[in-house]
Protein backbone atom coordinates (compact mmCIF):
# COMPACT_ATOMS: atom_id res chain seq x y z
CA UNK A 1 0.00 0.00 0.00
CA UNK A 2 1.49 3.03 -0.81
CA UNK A 3 2.30 6.35 1.20
CA UNK A 4 1.97 8.52 -1.92
CA UNK A 5 0.83 12.47 -1.21
CA UNK A 6 -0.61 14.20 -3.81
CA UNK A 7 0.31 18.11 -3.57
CA UNK A 8 -2.61 19.96 -4.20
CA UNK A 9 -1.76 22.29 -7.14
CA UNK A 10 -5.07 21.98 -9.59
CA UNK A 11 -5.92 19.53 -12.30
CA UNK A 12 -5.69 16.52 -12.87
CA UNK A 13 -5.49 15.62 -9.17
CA UNK A 14 -3.09 12.27 -9.44
CA UNK A 15 -0.03 13.73 -11.19
CA UNK A 16 2.32 10.53 -10.53
CA UNK A 17 0.30 8.10 -12.39
CA UNK A 18 -1.97 7.98 -15.39
CA UNK A 19 -5.62 7.21 -14.15
CA UNK A 20 -9.09 6.87 -15.83
CA UNK A 21 -12.20 6.47 -15.27
CA UNK A 22 -13.52 7.93 -11.72
CA UNK A 23 -15.84 6.11 -9.96
CA UNK A 24 -16.36 7.98 -6.00
CA UNK A 25 -17.58 6.74 -2.77
CA UNK A 26 -18.05 9.13 -0.23
CA UNK A 27 -18.05 7.51 4.04
CA UNK A 28 -17.75 8.60 6.75
CA UNK A 29 -16.89 12.00 6.02
CA UNK A 30 -14.04 11.22 3.52
CA UNK A 31 -14.15 10.57 -0.48
CA UNK A 32 -12.56 7.14 -1.61
CA UNK A 33 -11.55 7.75 -5.31
CA UNK A 34 -11.36 4.62 -7.30
CA UNK A 35 -9.74 4.80 -11.03
CA UNK A 36 -8.93 3.07 -13.81
CA UNK A 37 -5.07 2.79 -14.52
CA UNK A 38 -3.66 3.59 -18.13
CA UNK A 39 -0.41 1.52 -18.55
CA UNK A 40 0.79 1.00 -21.70
CA UNK A 41 4.52 0.41 -22.61
CA UNK A 42 5.95 3.23 -24.47
CA UNK A 43 5.23 3.33 -28.10
CA UNK A 44 1.92 1.82 -27.37
CA UNK A 45 -1.42 3.56 -27.95
CA UNK A 46 -3.94 1.53 -26.89
CA UNK A 47 -5.58 0.89 -23.75
CA UNK A 48 -3.67 -1.16 -21.31
CA UNK A 49 -5.38 -1.52 -17.99
CA UNK A 50 -4.91 -4.32 -15.53
CA UNK A 51 -5.95 -2.75 -12.49
CA UNK A 52 -7.88 -0.05 -10.31
CA UNK A 53 -6.63 2.32 -7.87
CA UNK A 54 -7.67 4.14 -4.89
CA UNK A 55 -7.11 7.29 -3.50
CA UNK A 56 -8.88 9.15 -0.61
CA UNK A 57 -9.11 12.68 1.05
CA UNK A 58 -10.96 14.53 3.53
CA UNK A 59 -10.88 17.67 1.42
CA UNK A 60 -10.69 16.88 -2.16
CA UNK A 61 -7.26 18.51 -2.41
CA UNK A 62 -4.77 16.64 -0.30
CA UNK A 63 -5.14 12.74 -1.72
CA UNK A 64 -3.39 9.73 -0.32
CA UNK A 65 -2.61 7.30 -2.14
CA UNK A 66 -3.74 3.60 -1.25
CA UNK A 67 -2.09 1.64 -4.52
CA UNK A 68 -3.97 -0.94 -6.87
CA UNK A 69 -7.06 -2.90 -4.68
CA UNK A 70 -7.96 -4.74 -7.31
CA UNK A 71 -7.02 -6.34 -10.56
CA UNK A 72 -9.11 -7.52 -13.49
CA UNK A 73 -7.77 -11.04 -13.35
CA UNK A 74 -8.67 -11.23 -9.48
CA UNK A 75 -11.77 -11.79 -11.26
CA UNK A 76 -11.24 -15.68 -11.77
CA UNK A 77 -13.45 -15.82 -15.12
CA UNK A 78 -11.56 -12.80 -16.29
CA UNK A 79 -8.72 -12.69 -19.03
CA UNK A 80 -8.39 -9.18 -17.76
CA UNK A 81 -8.69 -5.67 -19.09
CA UNK A 82 -9.90 -3.38 -16.04
CA UNK A 83 -12.45 -1.26 -17.62
CA UNK A 84 -14.27 1.47 -15.93
CA UNK A 85 -16.03 0.48 -12.45
CA UNK A 86 -18.54 1.30 -9.90
CA UNK A 87 -17.61 1.19 -6.06
CA UNK A 88 -20.76 1.71 -3.89
CA UNK A 89 -22.27 0.73 -0.22
CA UNK A 90 -25.12 -1.24 1.26
CA UNK A 91 -25.20 -0.95 4.72
CA UNK A 92 -21.93 -2.81 6.02
CA UNK A 93 -20.80 -3.95 3.00
CA UNK A 94 -19.10 -1.99 -0.15
CA UNK A 95 -19.57 -3.94 -4.02
CA UNK A 96 -17.80 -2.70 -6.59
CA UNK A 97 -18.96 -3.41 -10.01
CA UNK A 98 -16.28 -3.39 -12.85
CA UNK A 99 -16.29 -4.19 -16.89
CA UNK A 100 -13.08 -7.02 -17.90
CA UNK A 101 -13.07 -9.18 -20.76
CA UNK A 102 -14.41 -12.46 -20.03
CA UNK A 103 -12.45 -15.33 -20.14
CA UNK A 104 -14.69 -18.02 -21.81
CA UNK A 105 -17.27 -15.68 -23.35
CA UNK A 106 -16.85 -13.91 -26.35
CA UNK A 107 -16.82 -9.74 -25.35
CA UNK A 108 -16.98 -7.96 -22.28
CA UNK A 109 -18.26 -8.77 -19.00
CA UNK A 110 -19.52 -7.37 -15.62
CA UNK A 111 -18.17 -8.95 -12.13
CA UNK A 112 -18.61 -7.52 -8.63
CA UNK A 113 -16.34 -7.88 -5.91
CA UNK A 114 -17.23 -7.21 -1.97
CA UNK A 115 -15.61 -6.15 0.76
CA UNK A 116 -16.57 -5.20 4.78
CA UNK A 117 -14.09 -2.00 3.89
CA UNK A 118 -13.51 0.84 1.18
CA UNK A 119 -10.16 -0.56 0.84
CA UNK A 120 -10.87 -3.76 0.82
CA UNK A 121 -9.53 -6.06 0.82
CA UNK A 122 -12.13 -6.71 -2.11
CA UNK A 123 -13.19 -10.46 -3.18
CA UNK A 124 -15.27 -12.01 -6.45
CA UNK A 125 -19.07 -12.27 -4.88
CA UNK A 126 -20.16 -14.59 -6.86
CA UNK A 127 -17.11 -16.50 -8.92
CA UNK A 128 -18.45 -16.31 -12.60
CA UNK A 129 -19.82 -12.57 -14.10
CA UNK A 130 -23.08 -10.91 -12.82
CA UNK A 131 -23.68 -9.72 -16.64
CA UNK A 132 -22.00 -11.30 -19.62
CA UNK A 133 -22.55 -10.96 -23.87
CA UNK A 134 -25.22 -14.07 -24.00
CA UNK A 135 -27.57 -12.66 -21.28
CA UNK A 136 -27.65 -9.00 -23.08
CA UNK A 137 -30.16 -8.41 -26.06
CA UNK A 138 -28.84 -10.01 -29.22
CA UNK A 139 -25.72 -7.66 -30.55
CA UNK A 140 -22.92 -7.82 -32.45
CA UNK A 141 -20.97 -4.94 -30.41
CA UNK A 142 -18.60 -7.33 -27.96
CA UNK A 143 -17.57 -4.22 -25.64
CA UNK A 144 -21.88 -3.73 -25.13
CA UNK A 145 -20.90 -4.70 -21.25
CA UNK A 146 -18.92 -1.63 -20.07
CA UNK A 147 -19.07 1.07 -18.12
CA UNK A 148 -21.15 -0.24 -14.62
CA UNK A 149 -22.83 2.24 -12.77
CA UNK A 150 -25.03 1.53 -9.31
CA UNK A 151 -27.91 3.18 -7.78
CA UNK A 152 -29.54 2.08 -4.61
CA UNK A 153 -33.62 4.01 -4.14
CA UNK A 154 -34.79 5.68 -1.52
CA UNK A 155 -36.90 2.58 -1.19
CA UNK A 156 -33.78 0.04 -0.70
CA UNK A 157 -34.10 -0.93 -4.32
CA UNK A 158 -31.04 -1.50 -6.39
CA UNK A 159 -30.49 -1.11 -10.39
CA UNK A 160 -27.53 -1.23 -12.69
CA UNK A 161 -27.18 0.87 -15.38
CA UNK A 162 -24.05 0.39 -18.25
CA UNK A 163 -23.69 -0.32 -21.70
CA UNK A 164 -21.29 0.81 -24.74
CA UNK A 165 -24.00 2.37 -27.55
CA UNK A 166 -26.65 1.17 -25.75
CA UNK A 167 -27.95 1.99 -22.56
CA UNK A 168 -28.73 -0.95 -20.64
CA UNK A 169 -30.48 -1.56 -17.45
CA UNK A 170 -31.72 -4.04 -14.72
CA UNK A 171 -32.97 -4.33 -11.28
CA UNK A 172 -30.74 -6.64 -8.86
CA UNK A 173 -31.34 -8.42 -5.87
CA UNK A 174 -31.64 -7.36 -2.51
CA UNK A 175 -27.90 -9.85 -1.44
CA UNK A 176 -26.80 -6.67 -4.76
CA UNK A 177 -25.14 -9.69 -6.72
CA UNK A 178 -27.58 -10.73 -8.69
CA UNK A 179 -29.72 -9.07 -11.32
CA UNK A 180 -33.83 -9.33 -10.33
CA UNK A 181 -35.49 -9.39 -13.92
CA UNK A 182 -35.21 -8.47 -17.49
CA UNK A 183 -32.86 -6.44 -18.42
CA UNK A 184 -34.55 -2.75 -20.24
CA UNK A 185 -32.77 -0.52 -22.82
CA UNK A 186 -32.87 3.36 -22.52
CA UNK A 187 -32.96 4.89 -26.03
CA UNK A 188 -30.66 8.29 -25.43
CA UNK A 189 -29.15 10.61 -28.36
CA UNK A 190 -25.65 9.58 -29.56
CA UNK A 191 -25.44 7.28 -26.16
CA UNK A 192 -21.36 6.25 -26.27
CA UNK A 193 -20.30 4.67 -22.72
CA UNK A 194 -19.94 5.73 -19.21
CA UNK A 195 -23.22 5.83 -17.37
CA UNK A 196 -23.78 8.12 -14.45
CA UNK A 197 -26.98 7.93 -12.12
CA UNK A 198 -27.46 10.16 -8.91
CA UNK A 199 -30.59 11.66 -7.56
CA UNK A 200 -31.42 15.15 -6.17
CA UNK A 201 -34.62 15.68 -4.68
CA UNK A 202 -37.24 13.66 -6.34
CA UNK A 203 -35.42 14.05 -9.67
CA UNK A 204 -32.89 11.11 -11.51
CA UNK A 205 -29.90 12.22 -13.69
CA UNK A 206 -28.56 10.36 -16.16
CA UNK A 207 -25.11 11.79 -17.66
CA UNK A 208 -23.02 9.92 -20.19
CA UNK A 209 -20.30 10.07 -22.94
CA UNK A 210 -21.99 11.85 -26.25
CA UNK A 211 -20.87 11.29 -29.00
CA UNK A 212 -17.00 10.78 -30.20
CA UNK A 213 -15.11 12.27 -29.15
CA UNK A 214 -17.02 12.22 -26.27
CA UNK A 215 -18.93 15.19 -24.71
CA UNK A 216 -20.79 14.41 -21.80
CA UNK A 217 -25.13 14.91 -22.15
CA UNK A 218 -27.47 14.05 -19.37
CA UNK A 219 -31.12 13.25 -19.30
CA UNK A 220 -33.94 13.63 -16.26
CA UNK A 221 -36.56 11.68 -15.69
CA UNK A 222 -38.76 11.32 -12.17
CA UNK A 223 -38.07 7.67 -12.22
CA UNK A 224 -35.23 5.81 -12.29
CA UNK A 225 -37.48 3.63 -15.03
CA UNK A 226 -37.80 6.52 -16.89
CA UNK A 227 -39.20 7.87 -19.33
CA UNK A 228 -36.11 9.95 -19.73
CA UNK A 229 -35.85 13.67 -21.23
CA UNK A 230 -32.79 14.21 -23.21
CA UNK A 231 -31.27 17.82 -21.59
CA UNK A 232 -28.15 18.27 -23.17
CA UNK A 233 -24.51 19.06 -22.64
CA UNK A 234 -22.84 19.47 -19.33
CA UNK A 235 -19.44 19.00 -20.43
CA UNK A 236 -17.38 19.34 -23.58
CA UNK A 237 -14.39 17.39 -24.77
CA UNK A 238 -11.69 17.01 -22.45
CA UNK A 239 -8.38 18.18 -23.45
CA UNK A 240 -6.44 15.54 -25.69
CA UNK A 241 -8.62 13.01 -24.78
CA UNK A 242 -11.18 11.61 -27.06
CA UNK A 243 -13.36 9.36 -24.04
CA UNK A 244 -15.18 10.77 -20.86
CA UNK A 245 -16.69 9.53 -17.77
CA UNK A 246 -18.50 11.40 -15.72
CA UNK A 247 -18.74 11.15 -11.86
CA UNK A 248 -21.11 13.19 -9.84
CA UNK A 249 -21.02 13.37 -5.93
CA UNK A 250 -22.79 15.62 -2.95
CA UNK A 251 -19.65 16.48 -0.48
CA UNK A 252 -19.85 18.97 2.65
CA UNK A 253 -22.43 21.41 1.17
CA UNK A 254 -20.93 21.04 -2.47
CA UNK A 255 -21.26 19.24 -5.65
CA UNK A 256 -18.71 18.01 -7.77
CA UNK A 257 -18.46 16.90 -11.39
CA UNK A 258 -15.08 14.43 -11.43
CA UNK A 259 -13.86 13.27 -15.31
CA UNK A 260 -10.70 12.25 -17.22
CA UNK A 261 -8.55 14.46 -19.46
CA UNK A 262 -4.91 13.47 -21.17
CA UNK A 263 -3.19 16.56 -20.32
CA UNK A 264 -0.55 14.95 -18.14
CA UNK A 265 3.20 15.33 -19.54
CA UNK A 266 2.72 12.37 -22.23
CA UNK A 267 -1.13 11.81 -21.75
CA UNK A 268 -3.52 11.45 -24.31
CA UNK A 269 -6.49 8.82 -24.60
CA UNK A 270 -4.69 6.05 -23.89
CA UNK A 271 -2.99 7.52 -20.52
CA UNK A 272 -5.51 9.73 -19.17
CA UNK A 273 -5.95 11.76 -15.83
CA UNK A 274 -8.69 12.39 -13.34
CA UNK A 275 -10.17 15.60 -12.38
CA UNK A 276 -12.34 17.61 -10.17
CA UNK A 277 -14.36 20.72 -10.88
CA UNK A 278 -17.57 22.30 -8.92
CA UNK A 279 -21.10 21.47 -10.15
CA UNK A 280 -23.76 23.86 -9.78
CA UNK A 281 -27.24 23.53 -10.66
CA UNK A 282 -29.95 25.82 -11.94
CA UNK A 283 -32.72 27.27 -9.41
CA UNK A 284 -34.85 25.26 -11.65
CA UNK A 285 -33.45 21.76 -10.71
CA UNK A 286 -30.94 21.29 -14.28
CA UNK A 287 -27.34 20.95 -14.18
CA UNK A 288 -25.16 24.09 -15.63
CA UNK A 289 -22.55 23.57 -18.20
CA UNK A 290 -19.27 22.20 -16.11
CA UNK A 291 -16.25 24.50 -16.71
CA UNK A 292 -12.84 22.75 -17.27
CA UNK A 293 -10.34 24.12 -15.43
CA UNK A 294 -6.63 24.18 -14.48
CA UNK A 295 -6.64 24.98 -11.55
CA UNK A 296 -9.44 22.98 -9.83
CA UNK A 297 -10.93 23.52 -6.75
CA UNK A 298 -8.08 25.87 -5.54
CA UNK A 299 -9.46 28.18 -7.67
CA UNK A 300 -12.42 27.47 -7.13
CA UNK A 301 -15.45 29.51 -4.61
CA UNK A 302 -16.56 27.39 -1.74
Given amino acids: MSDHIEIPDGNPIIKHIYTADPTVL ?37 WKSHGALMKAVDFAWSSGDAYASKVIQ ?9 AVSHGSIAGKAIGVAVADNPLGPFVDARGTALIDHEMIPETENLKA ?3 PTVIIDDDGQAYIFWGSKVCYWA ?10 GPIGTIDLPQFA ?5 HKRGARYYLSYGYGMPERVAYAVSDSNQGPWKFMGIINEVAGNCETNRPAIIHFQGNDYFFYHNGTLPGGGSHRRSVCVDRLFY ?6 RPVQMTSGGLLQASF
Avoid at 171 to 180: A, I, T, Y
Fill in 90 to 98: KDKQFFWYA
Fill in 193 to 197: EGAHL
Fill in 282 to 287: ENDGLI
Fill in 145 to 147: NLD
Fill in 26 to 62: VHENKIYLYTGHDDPPAGVNDYVMNDWLCFSSEDLLN
Fill in 171 to 180: RLKGSMVELD
